[in-house]
């Protein structure tokens, strides 16, 4: 069974809404995990070997401000995530469809980058037509949580 960490990236709460929906769904399949809205640590990093990602988008196809330090560390030192596995739920809005879920798809760039693996699809979240996003997500984590 896994150590998974889940990253939340949030303005207004409904990412950690998501996140907290779908704790208890990896725990009750057997899984230690712990979830984080701070700007975790390398130590945090490499204490999980599966991070699951959930990250709003803000701004103009921005990462959320309280998970923006994290982004930025791992793109200048690129610390060696080749033993990790990730999976991503970007939230957005199609409204903005220029950089609809650009947070999400940011955060993804970056873990791909040191080098993680990237476990199934990317979920993608568009609040314009699902008014609740722990709704789609629970059942995206069905398909996930096997992968894991
Ligand atoms: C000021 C503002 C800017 C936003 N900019 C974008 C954007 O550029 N692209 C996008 O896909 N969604 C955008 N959104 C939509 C949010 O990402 C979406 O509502 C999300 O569910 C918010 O999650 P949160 O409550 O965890 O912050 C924006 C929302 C707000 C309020």
């Given at each position: 069974?896994?150590?998974?960490?889940?990253?939340?990236?949030?303005?207004?709460?409904?990412?950690?809404?998501?996140?907290?929906?779908?704790?208890?769904?990896?725990?009750?399949?057997?899984?230690?995990?712990?979830?984080?809205?701070?700007?975790?640590?390398?130590?945090?990093?490499?204490?999980?070997?599966?991070?699951?990602?959930?990250?709003?988008?803000?701004?103009?196809?921005?990462?959320?401000?309280?998970?923006?330090?994290?982004?930025?560390?791992?793109?200048?030192?690129?610390?060696?995530?080749?033993g990790?596995?990730?999976?991503?739920?970007?939230?957005?809005?199609?409204?903005?469809q220029?950089?609809?879920?650009g947070g999400?798809?940011?955060?993804?760039?970056?873990?791909a980058?040191?080098?993680?693996?990237?476990?199934g699809?990317?979920?993608?979240?568009?609040?314009?037509?699902q008014?609740?996003?722990?709704?789609?997500?629970?059942?995206?984590?069905?398909?996930?949580?096997?992968l894991?």
């Open positions: 069974m896994a150590k998974i960490l889940i990253l939340v990236g949030t303005e207004s709460g409904n990412a950690q809404m998501v996140a907290d929906a779908l704790k208890p769904v990896l725990e009750a399949a057997g899984h230690g995990v712990d979830v984080s809205d701070k700007a975790a640590s390398s130590a945090d990093l490499l204490a999980h070997e599966v991070l699951l990602i959930v990250c709003a988008t803000h701004g103009s196809g921005d990462i959320p401000t309280n998970i923006l330090p994290l982004a930025e560390t791992l793109e200048r030192e690129r610390p060696d995530l080749r990790h596995r990730y999976g991503i739920i970007a939230l957005g809005d199609l409204t903005y220029d950089t609809f879920c999400g798809k940011k955060m993804d760039k970056v873990f980058l040191c080098g993680a693996s990237r476990m699809h990317r979920l993608e979240v568009d609040a314009s037509s008014p609740l996003p722990d709704e789609e997500a629970l059942s995206w984590i069905e398909g996930w949580k096997a894991v």
